[in-house]
Each structure stands twice: as structure tokens, then as C-alpha cells.
């Protein structure tokens, strides 16, 4: 009886933090899941072998280094902005090009799984 005592004693401390750690991890997904960001940035970077657009080297055959930042809102809004090292072959003075665009992300809730964007992009080449 005492060795079961015993035995029942250790297992009991052993269990007791498990369901205590769940709990806690529970809480801390419902904080979690309330305090969703309503904005979020992201960005990116790259090097690449050749930089093509529409069938045509932009680095004249040559690597180049790309990199953009995105902004987004839980709305649907996004913004962003992306470049890449270009061939002064191609554009004539530049060696830059700028990619500006935002637009809007939404749904049509008649339907569903349908959905639609509406945005704007701009290319510059700085020179």
C-alpha cells in the first residue's frame, strides 16, 4: 500500500505540470488569436542567375540583386515596393528599376470563394 502511495504520489507531480503547461499554452493562444496585427510588413531579397522580363534579359545576361518590402492590412489594403539591378544595355542610363504598386484584396460574400483585387503598379527607372 505505501509503495502505491508512493508510486500514485510521483506520478501525480509528474501529470499535474503537463496540465498546467496546457493550460497556460491555451491562454496564450487565445491572447494570441484577440491580438492579431492589423498591419504586417514583410520583405524579401534575392540574388539571381538573370533578371527576364517578357523573353528579355533586364541584366543583360549577368546576376542581379533584387529586394522588395510589403505592407498589408487585415482590411485587404496592401502596398509594397521592389527593385532589382538592371543592365545599362537595356535602359539606356539606368541600372536601377523601381517597382511601386497598391491595390485592395476583397471578397463578394453572394458567392462564395470568389474574390477580386483592384490595384495599381508603376516602373520606374531612375536617370
Avoid: C
Amino acid at each position: 500500500m505505501r509503495k502505491s502511495l508512493l508510486s500514485l504520489a510521483v506520478l501525480s507531480a509528474l501529470v499535474a505540470p503537463s496540465f498546467a503547461s496546457a493550460a497556460e499554452e491555451a491562454a496564450e493562444a487565445a491572447v494570441t488569436k484577440e491580438a492579431e496585427p492589423t498591419w504586417t510588413l514583410s520583405s524579401n531579397i534575392g540574388l539571381v542567375s538573370d533578371y527576364y522580363v517578357r523573353g528579355v534579359s533586364q541584366s543583360w545576361h549577368k546576376p542581379a540583386l533584387q529586394g522588395g518590402v510589403d505592407l498589408t492590412h487585415s482590411s485587404g489594403f496592401y502596398t509594397g515596393i521592389w527593385g532589382s539591378s538592371i543592365s545599362p544595355n537595356t535602359f539606356p542610363d539606368a541600372s536601377l528599376e523601381i517597382d511601386a504598386y497598391a491595390g485592395y484584396n476583397g471578397s463578394i460574400s453572394a458567392i462564395e470563394g470568389l474574390g477580386y483585387t483592384v490595384g495599381a503598379i508603376g516602373y520606374f527607372y531612375p536617370n
